[in-house]
T-cell receptor
């Protein structure tokens, strides 16, 4: 089966511009997660979708970040307006749904965002 | 709040040397524990995981990790590393139930010289 895909792989934008990142999870995976790694620091959770619903968005840094998952398939993460501190690698992960048992999260390759 | 501490940021070893990467976590509840690995140019992938039972877990490529509850630790080990083990290794924790977001450590870059 195809893995998690992310687009674009790299994005370089200027401060104040808007960028939209896309994640396509593994087909059939209800859970979709966004994470971010700022250079030299840990990978940090941003938010979690179950199908099209936001289950946990406690990691979203501020209201410049907007995540959507229309129809419960792919997801987009928009940053508007982008600031210098938004630079980093944005990872998407997906997992099967259901129950309280842990389902392995499969990660995409990440999108490297550079804000100048 | 949950947190994960990885003690070594960079490790350099020669082939055949033994490896131990430290990981300690802080959380006031029952957790699942993971080691993820990112090889150069590749995705993050799961190396091994601990949910319950035998605290010594074995993963892919000869890696193992031991959960020591009293020390809140989950150290990764491999008796003899290979050049192909050069990668970045991440320890992570999630709650056992409910929202299962992963909380990661800062990662350890391992360089194995041939």
């Amino acid at each position: 089966e195809a893995g998690v895909t992310q687009f674009p792989s790299h994005s370089v934008i200027e401060k104040g511009q808007t960028v939209t990142l896309r994640c396509d999870p593994i087909s059939g995976h209800d859970n979709l997660y966004w994470y971010r790694r700022v250079m030299g620091k840990e990978i940090k959770f941003l938010l979690h979708f179950v199908k099209e619903s936001k289950q946990d968005e406690s990691g979203m840094p501020n209201n410049r970040f907007l995540a959507e998952r229309t129809g419960g398939t792919y997801s987009t993460l928009k940053v508007q307006p982008a600031e210098l501190e938004d630079s980093g690698v944005y990872f998407c992960a997906s997992s099967r749904g259901g129950g309280n048992s842990y389902n392995e999260q499969f990660f995409g390759p990440g999108t490297r965002l550079t804000v100048l | 709040a949950q947190s994960v501490s990885q003690h070594n940021h960079h490790v350099i070893l020669s082939e055949a040397a033994s490896l131990e990467l430290g990981c300690n976590y802080s959380y006031g509840g029952t957790v699942n524990l993971f080691w993820y690995v990112q090889y150069p140019g590749q995705h993050l992938q799961l190396l091994l995981k601990y949910f319950s039972g035998d605290p010594l877990v074995k993963g892919i490529k000869g890696f193992e990790a031991e959960f020591i509850k009293s020390k809140f630790s989950f150290n990764l080990r491999k008796p003899s590393v290979q050049w192909s083990d050069t990668a970045e290794y991440f320890c992570a924790v999630s709650r056992r139930t409910g929202f299962q977001k992963l909380v990661f450590g800062t990662g350890t870059r391992l360089l194995v010289s041939p």
